[in-house]
């Protein structure tokens, strides 16, 4: 196992917040996979009653599976049923692929290549 590796399982998702008025950021680093969801969704969730936009910031995530993306999706849900606006920002090519290749892709409102509202 290589050094990267052993850092990666040592915290294989850590988010840092940060609250400016009616917006929150979300920095995200790590992976967002089976077993880790739950950490952002609950960050997120805790969020949403209480801000009106949300930026999710995907710069140092190494990794997202199906899990991942399926809270994400749920997340939308949740925002959009609230009034939150969700934004996606800094995604790599892999998780934009998997957004392409599971058609998430068309229900988000892309900005640039690397940003995306869910509207």
């Avoid at 967002?32 to 949403?48: C, N, V």
Wanted: glycine share 8%; charged share 20%.
């Amino acid at each position: 196992m290589s050094a990267g590796s052993a850092d990666a399982q040592a915290a294989p998702l850590t988010l840092r917040t940060v609250l400016e008025g009616d917006t929150a950021a979300v920095y995200c680093s790590g992976k967002i996979t089976a077993g880790l969801t739950g950490i952002l969704r609950d960050e997120i969730k805790s969020l949403i009653p209480r801000t009106k936009k949300i930026v999710v910031d995907l710069t140092d995530i190494t990794q997202m599976d199906s899990m991942g993306l399926g809270m994400i999706v749920s997340l939308y849900v949740s925002a959009k049923t609230s009034g939150t606006q969700l934004i996606l920002i800094n995604l790599s090519q892999r998780v934009r692929d998997l957004f392409r290749i599971t058609n998430v892709w068309s229900i988000l409102e892309v900005y640039g290549e690397n940003i995306m509202r869910m509207p």
